[in-house]
């Protein structure tokens, strides 16, 4: 091939732009190719935090399910032993269900969020 000649540069920048279009054409294919990796992987995440999101909610009403009946079995257990003492009745299980009440709203506070302090 000669190169002094007019038909081997026109040849050479043919080809060379056909190569810089071909270099722009695997681009924007690696380009597409990343976003729909990175879409992919949002996905993905999303899909993740919202099995822990789940799981996390679960876990919290079981524990406050738990929690209410320890309440309710201390306060079931209070009154039984204020009925074996006598005396005041009335105002003594008022007192009583207005701790378990009191308790019951702070534990369940404490377990929704816990930043909030005893």
Known sequence: MDLGSPHSAS???GL???REEQQRAERGCLREHLRQAQQ???EV???V???QLKLLRQTSEREKKEL???LERRRHRSIT???GRGGRRQTE???INRRHITESVTSIRRVRDPKVTP
Request: aromatic share 0%; hydrophobic share 45%.
């Open 81 to 83: 032993e204020a009925r």
């Open 16 to 18: 060379r732009l056909l």
């Open 45 to 47: 995440a999303l899909e």
């Open 68 to 70: 209410q009946k320890i």
């Open 93 to 95: 299980l008022t007192e």
């Open 40 to 42: 992919r992987l949002r």
């Open 11 to 13: 040849e050479a920048e």
């Open 49 to 51: 935090q919202a099995a």
